[in-house]
């Protein structure tokens, strides 16, 4: 891969990396329920896709039209790679450091939420019981631990996007 593909790849990571801590900082000061609501979790998804095939169609047109599935496939983990990374730091700093009294409550409200949307879904009562029980165990949502586990998941969740955004982006320059 060309150092000005990965040039790219990079330029695009930190715009969507800036664009989703803004949107963090945002449901941070405006409303932390934003954070529970699903429409904003498939909005950042969105985005997230959108920019690594930014990324990926760019790459291919500063290579005259033709990238390698390899090429386009980089291109696009790269972007998802430091936009993720960026909004995780972020994420961190303000549950952690900022504000680390509003990951509880913020874990409260995400268990609120799911209580409503099983008992929606006519779950019984046990298996309702059974997911409160595990999510009081659990630890502060931002921990570092589970902060790193949680980049880990999604990083996998992108490449296999990602491996459909090269099959689709790749064009092999066949006089070569």
Known sequence: ????????????????????SLLTVTAYAINLDLFTKW????????????LGIMSSMKSRSSLNGFINFKGAFSSFFITVLVGIA??????????????????????EKILASQVEMMRNFGAPEESIAQVV?????????????NILQSLAFQLVGFSIVGLIVALVVKKEDVEA
């Not at 790849?9 to 990396?17: D, M, P, S």
């Not at 429409?39 to 959108?50: C, N, S, Y």
């Not at 960026?86 to 874990?107: E, K, M």
């Not at 029980?133 to 631990?145: I, R, T």
């Open 1 to 20: 891969m060309e150092t000005s593909t990965k040039s790219i790849a990079i330029n695009y990571g930190l715009y969507l990396g800036g664009i989703l």
């Open 39 to 50: 429409w904003f979790g498939i909005a950042m998804m969105i985005l997230v896709i959108v």
């Open 86 to 107: 960026i909004s995780t730091i972020v994420s961190y700093v303000i549950f952690n450091v900022v504000d680390p009294d509003a990951a509880g409550i913020l874990q």
């Open 133 to 145: 029980e595990e999510m009081e165990k659990q630890e502060n949502l931002y921990s570092l631990g």
